[in-house]
């Protein structure tokens, strides 16, 4: 009987001593968790990030207004009057603007490529009406010029009447440089009537200012458009486009020289 007696208090104390390890663990956990709510809790909230409207600031380099360069009005076979306007600077709209005057009607619009020598926002454009026995209609040529650091594009195109519509007469636009030049009229040779573009070729080892290789490309009107007819390179190398022409027999004069302000091209 006193066995079972000390067998009883035995199990009971174990009993008590696991009810209070649980307890024990219990109230451990439990400040824990306060502990690091609390932590959490007192972490202090990110602050608040408020957006404004940006105001745009002012462009100090605005793009230059476009405007009327040239106008002028012309009488042309079957359509009659046209007035004829040149825009500067370039940009998406056309650069020449050819219009009926009679009907309000657009005739033609011709757009020249972006500058590939820079100077967008200070281009020139001007044109020129020349008249030869060769053509049944009055011929205008378009003239670009985009001045770069060193040099300029110029880049032309020439318009007339075919079949009672007015139409560019270039396949593709005539290119140059302030060294090269274009021209249009008889190009001798027993060739007939035509166009030339003329440029220096970059060669080795040579500076801007250095005599160059010349480019001269000839094309012959067929009696609706100016045909490509023959390119060839100077053998030698020249300080000038005017004298690798006068070397190889050719006497243009550039078209260029017609213009104001570009008579001194040359010089240039």
């Not at 105001?55 to 004829?84: D, F, H, K």
């Amino acid at each position: 009987m006193q066995e079972r007696q000390k067998f009883g208090i035995k199990v009971l104390l174990v009993l008590v001593s696991l009810v209070i390890g649980i307890a024990a663990r219990a109230l451990f956990w439990s400040k824990a968790s306060g502990h690091n709510q609390q932590e959490i809790l007192a972490t202090p909230p990110h602050p608040a990030v408020e957006f404004t409207s940006l105001q745009a600031l002012p462009n100090p380099s605005p793009a230059p207004v476009r405007q009327i360069s040239q106008e002028q009005i012309l009488n042309l076979p079957r359509i009659g009057r046209v007035r004829i306007r040149a825009f500067e600077p370039l940009d998406d709209s056309p650069d020449f603007e050819f219009t009926n005057l009679l009907t309000g009607k657009k005739q033609l619009e011709e757009y020249v490529s972006p500058s590939y020598c820079g100077g967008v926002h200070e281009n020139q454009s001007r044109f020129i009406i020349i008249r030869n026995r060769c053509l049944l209609s009055p011929l205008v040529i378009s003239i670009v010029m985009s001045p770069g650091r060193s040099d300029s594009g110029w880049e032309a195109t020439a318009a007339g009447v075919i079949n009672g519509e007015l139409q560019e007469l270039t396949y593709e636009h005539l290119r140059t440089s302030d060294e090269g030049g274009f021209f249009f009229g008889d190009l001798g040779h027993s060739i007939g009537y035509g166009a030339v573009q003329w440029d220096f070729v970059w060669g080795e080892d040579e500076a801007h200012v250095s005599p160059h290789r010349y480019e001269i490309t000839l094309y012959k009107w067929n009696g609706w458009r100016f045909e490509w007819y023959r390119v060839f390179r100077t053998r030698s190398k020249y300080f000038s486009g005017r004298a690798a022409l006068r070397a190889n027999g050719l006497h243009y004069v550039d078209i260029r020289k017609s213009f104001p302000g570009w008579s001194n091209i040359d010089t240039w």
